[in-house]
């Protein structure tokens, strides 16, 4: 596992890169990081590092927690996360870090909260075709049918399809594309959409998979290498 970070969804944007083509994207203003503890092997049985991210007031606390801090004599995070890394020599407690650790990477995975939609009926949350819509069927067009069988075996199965709660849910976008980063501002800019509305909190990493594919811009640079030795071959 690689460290990550938290962030606020701000938006959605568009930038426009040098070729004059327009880019959609979603800007997320990080929380800089701040490591709250080092877990060592010894101590856990695994190693890992305890960073806590945002701002929360000291009213807010349990007296636990205020406890916490006061050891630790740092002030008081909003979400404190543990991210289990194979090597921990380089973190120290009181260290922070934030967008800089993504500095030369391409692409990262995206975890945030989707949008609740309340209670949803089967033709809108799982995509069901409904009933006949014409004679024979009474007030009930948009339900889901039958959910179980007979006496055996008597039930209706887990994970059964219904109508329910839609949305409010983790979801994990991987491998998005990094647009822009503004380290002045603690801004980043992903190529596209994410779950969540705004002002939902986001949790970023590094891409666990090794992604292969060209971002955009090395796209447009290898087509205009393309070009320009097409036009050479033709003089």
Known sequence: MTIGLVGTKIG????????????????????????????????????????????????????????????????????IKEFRLDKIDTYKEGNEFGLEILKDKKFVDVRSKTIGKG????????????????????VSHRSHGSTGQRQDPGKVFKGKKMAGHMGDKYRTMLNLE??????????????????????????????????????????????AKKLASEKGKKK
């Open 178 to 223: 990094i647009i822009k980063s503004d380290l002045d501002n603690n801004l980043i800019y992903l190529k596209g959409s994410i779950p969540g509305s705004k002002n939902s909190t986001i949790f970023l990493r590094e891409s666990v998979k090794n992604v292969r594919r060209k971002t955009l811009m090395e796209k447009i640079e290898s087509k």
């Open 119 to 138: 209670f949803a009926g089967v033709m809108k949350r799982w995509n069901f075709g409904g009933l006949r819509a014409s004679h024979g069927v009474s």
């Open 12 to 79: 959605m944007t568009r930038e426009f890169i040098k070729t004059g083509q327009s880019v959609p994207v979603t800007v997320i203003k990080v929380e800089k990081g701040r490591v709250l503890e080092v877990l060592s092997k010894d101590k856990r049985g695994y190693t890992a590092v305890q960073v806590g991210f945002g701002k929360i007031k000291n009213s807010k606390l349990t007296k636990q927690m205020k406890g916490v801090y006061a050891k630790k004599n740092t002030e008081a995070k909003k979400i």
